[in-house]
């Protein structure tokens, strides 16, 4: 059916909704914005005058074609080239979405995008619509097909899962700059010690380069192998000049509310490094260098204003 341009108003107010979803749900702010594209077609072929309440309906189509989704996305995860990490958000990209609560916030962070991948697809939805975006029970009930109290038993089960991973510290906007500042003075500084005392000793770092860029398949654990690692990295020389194709520049910002690296080279974001800060100290580091994780990151970074960068990299 043709839809009125009511109709089309009525999705477009919905979309930054829909996107805020489906990227927590899938992890990638490209397959959500297929998903959602691919609720507006059901939505153009429905009858919409038949449609009770709108954002119930466009909620549920959303969430069982992300459903879908992540179900085979785990089988193409399983031959994925080295770590998979989720696409990094830049501060200011509206799939960030709602952000007025300390829950909210937490919920978008990389860190419980990579926890929300050991949850069942049913889990992560629960997990998300609840914990996110603050549906009841009832409504997410409705929209998976399950019992009320089976939503809350799931959800309560999934809280749990993610919240043994966690212990994140929640920062504002200047201090996340003050943590990205002091990190990389440590670990421009060429020496591994003042890198120790800034992480935690069980810090970890993780490269999602998706077989296009090197990344290191195994994790690096412990605060000694992360420091190297970091020391080596912002080490300056002629093979990585070469490997990035110049010498980029270097900023502080934040990527899905947590301290973040962003490493450009002629307007392009080659590099995030999303830091997971805890009272002990930086306990994670998340590096995405995956060019098709960083499109949207690129498209963001080209329509804001970041500033002058804290420094071009000796690469």
């Not at 697809?121 to 409705?142: G, K, M, Q, S, T």
């Not at 690129?298 to 002058?308: I, K, S």
């Amino acid at each position: 059916m043709a839809l009125t341009m009511n109709d089309v108003d009525r999705f477009e107010a919905s979309r930054p909704r829909l996107e805020a979803i489906a990227y927590r749900l899938l992890g990638s702010a490209s397959e959500a914005e297929d998903a959602v594209q691919e609720t507006f077609l059901r939505w153009q072929a429905a009858d919409a005058d038949h449609i009770e309440v709108p954002e119930a309906w466009l909620t549920k189509v959303l969430t069982n074609l992300c459903l879908n989704q992540l179900t085979s996305a785990r089988a193409r995860r399983e031959t994925y080239v080295g770590q998979w990490l989720p696409e990094p958000l830049l501060a200011g990209d509206p799939m960030l979405g709602p952000a007025d609560t300390a829950e909210r916030r937490e919920a978008v962070s990389f860190a419980v995008l990579t926890l929300l991948e050991r949850l069942s697809p049913n889990e992560r939805a629960v997990y998300v619509l609840r914990e996110a975006f603050d549906y009841p029970h009832r409504e997410i009930a409705a929209i998976l097909d399950i019992s009320e109290a089976a939503s809350q038993q799931i959800f309560h089960r999934a809280r749990k899962h993610v919240a043994a991973g966690r212990a994140r510290t929640e920062i504002d906007e200047a201090a996340a700059r003050r943590i990205v500042e002091e990190f990389l003075a440590a670990a421009t500084s060429g020496q591994t010690e003042p890198l120790v005392r800034l992480l935690t000793s069980d810090a970890v770092s993780i490269g999602d380069g998706g077989g296009k860029v090197p990344a290191r398949a195994k994790a690096f654990e412990g605060a000694l192998a992360v420091a190297k690692f970091m020391r080596g990295l912002f080490k300056p020389g002629k093979a990585k000049r070469a490997l990035v194709g110049g010498s980029p520049d270097v900023y502080a910002t934040t990527a899905n509310g947590d301290p973040a690296v962003v490493v450009v080279l002629d307007g392009r974001v080659i590099g995030v490094m999303c830091l997971e800060v805890t009272a002990e100290g930086i306990a994670g580091f998340r590096n995405q260098v995956n060019p098709d994780k960083l499109e949207r990151a690129t498209r963001v970074w080209a329509a804001t204003d970041h500033g002058e960068p804290l420094f071009r990299s000796a690469f």
